[in-house]
């Protein structure tokens, strides 16, 4: 099903294609043998190189100095709320970790749904992610206190926009749906069970650090820092999540890559096994880069649709927001881990490289229109506000004070450990453009990107043509 064989089969727009690649020169990397897939080569610049080292070390070292934060809290908070009595830790406590466990077990289960279910699974994703939200809008209002009502009016607010998203790209839930088919229909070995070690991980560091958070709550009478603590402990889940899930994106994406691009099957366990090794400096760098440039890219995007040509100044600052966007994102991408797993690459340079190829071989417009990424983050809200459902109503129950940051710190933890369950179906999808653009001609792919290129040029022709004969009116 994934692997048809349609290279006897050229349309015009294909011949217009291949044309216009032959004067092209390939990069000299893109051609593999059996004996790389054990090792890497090794295709990183000196500073590119110093920068993952010296990030390798920061992260490292950041890891360390959270567990002692974590540890300090935790045993000061005790001791101080056996004097205090102030905060009440069983009631703070359960909700959480029983949320903790809800996160695992619902993003599991979801991604095992993706992977059985993948022609159902994005329009399911588009329709109850809005939904869950909505849920969680209302009960946050139900709390009452003037944060939960803030949060409950932005839950309310976002459930609408993903609504009307959700129908703006629906024509688009086709290619979706048979990307993601096509790019999972064969997954590599053990990748369940290196899902599942990464959600009991995930599961175990939520857990260390929401006992730091009960501990920072339990001094915050002796000390105005608590809240500096609370936040510091909440960035470093950000960071920590995303490096679990891109870790895990590399390493099944270099998998898939082997797989597509060459026909070679590789041993998960060493692929993950040279990511830890060999490549946290990249990973650690990608999973504070490419969320910084997405919020900033979404933004520009979002100002785009808004200001448009409504005066020259809001006009002139779209295209300045829009420029350095397209630099960010040509400088720090998702679609670059692949080649931080296949080559070894710093992920800069990576992500370079990557762009530079979707452009060159025009898959640019089909990878901005690319709703993998936005499934993968809807599932995420999804599973939060479940989470953040079980917990708010368990606290509005036991002890009504709590709801609120309850509910919050439950869905952030619900978002990322649903990111980190369905990381591997991305990076499958990654690896299924990156892997077609370096070989479009390669009998290992089927007609599933050259049909949507091609419906994207009738598209942009017909759209060409109506404007032409408008502006003749």
Known sequence: MAMLNNSNTTTPSQIIQIQAQLPQQRLPFTVLNKAQVPNFSNRTIVAGQAARTVFQILFYLYLFLVAVLVIFL??????????????HPQKWYAPLLVSTASAGIVGFTWQYITARHSTRVVRLAFWLSPLLTFAMGIMFICIGTAVSLAVGVIALVSALIQSLYSCWASPRFEYATKILSVSIAFPPNKTQGLTLYSILIGILYCCFLVAGIGGARAIENRTKLSAFFIFLILLSLGWTMQFLKNAMYVTISRVKYMHFSGGVDMDTRVAFCDTIKHLTGSVSIGSILVPIIVLFRGFARTTSLVGGDTDEFM??????????????????NRWGFVHVGVYNKGFVQASSDTWDMFIRVGLKEL???DLTGVFCFLSGVGTGAICSLVSGIWSLVMHKSYATEVSIYAFLIGYFMCRLAISWAQACVAAYYVAYAENP???HFDSTIP???EQLNRSQALQIFRANNFSRG
């Open 451 to 453: 049909v949507r290129l």
């Open 315 to 332: 006009f002139s600052c779209v295209s300045c927001y829009m420029g350095i966007a397209s630099l960010l994102v040509l400088r720090g």
């Open 367 to 369: 990878i901005d229109l």
């Open 441 to 443: 001609q390669s009998t």
């Open 74 to 87: 935790i045993i000061y908070g005790f001791v101080s709320d056996a004097h205090t009595h102030h905060f």
